[in-house]
């Protein structure tokens, strides 16, 4: 069977995940028939979760539209959706209030997020399924560096979190989800995602060390591990760190 060419572009956001010669521009390449817009976007490294709009031929279109020979598709991430009435939106509706459940590789972001108040479930001994399933069933956003988790049918939310060093993946989920305005840190328990209660010193002082029991009075309990927090030596270094992301994830 005679293959289908299709001129393809992919735009800022998008093109990273290419491979270098296809980036920054418009490419031809070739499909058989039946192929549609969202196989030829996986296919070329870009999970569907990643992609907001897809126009063929100045008409937006949805997942399951078939290619046809000489088709020009352009492919469109949240942030570079262009203007129009009439465009099919791919992407799910942000969530009111955002949660996320991340891969076993990701556990430095899940601390960083949990800090600035975020509701986050990891796991390190999680599965690819398991991942699937909670993203679906409890709405959260799939966080993971793996895209062929994102490329399951099944998830509706996900984003392929690209840097590698935790400061500049915290500020780039930030800067993707719009959450700047929404961080609320030192909220959450660090170790298990459970939100903390204030505690009084008496409930808690038979737990705490010598130097503590005598410096500090405030305290917050996490009701599910049973972890005590308060604003030890390291306070000064967290809060210098959530100012750190919060202006970096402000920054455009």
Known sequence: MVPLRVDVRFFDGLDDLLTPRRRGRPFATEVAAGTTVKDLAESLGIPHTEIAVIVVNDESVDFARQLQDGDRMSVYPPGEVPPGPALVRLDPPALREPRFVLDVHL??????????????????????????????????????????????????????????????????????????????????????????????????????????????????????????????????????????????????
């Open 107 to 252: 556990g430095r972001l899940t601390r960083s997020l949990r800090l600035l108040g975020f509701d986050c479930v990891w796991r390190n001994d999680i599965t690819d399924e398991e991942l699937v399933e909670i993203s679906v069933a409890e709405q959260r956003t799939l966080l993971t560096r793996d895209r062929g988790v994102l490329k399951r049918a099944k998830v509706a939310r996900g984003y392929l979190v690209r840097a590698t060093d935790r400061r500049r993946q915290t500020i780039e989920v930030l800067r993707r989800f719009d959450l700047v305005g929404a961080i609320a840190p030192f909220g959450r328990c660090l170790e298990c995602n459970g939100v903390l209660e204030p505690a009084a010193k008496e409930e808690v002082e038979d737990r705490l060390p010598l130097r503590t029991r005598r410096d500090f009075d405030d305290f917050h309990r996490c009701p599910q591990c049973d972890r005590i927090y308060w604003k030890g030596s390291h306070f000064d270094r967290l809060v210098a760190l959530v100012e750190d992301v919060r202006h970096g994830g402000a920054e455009t």
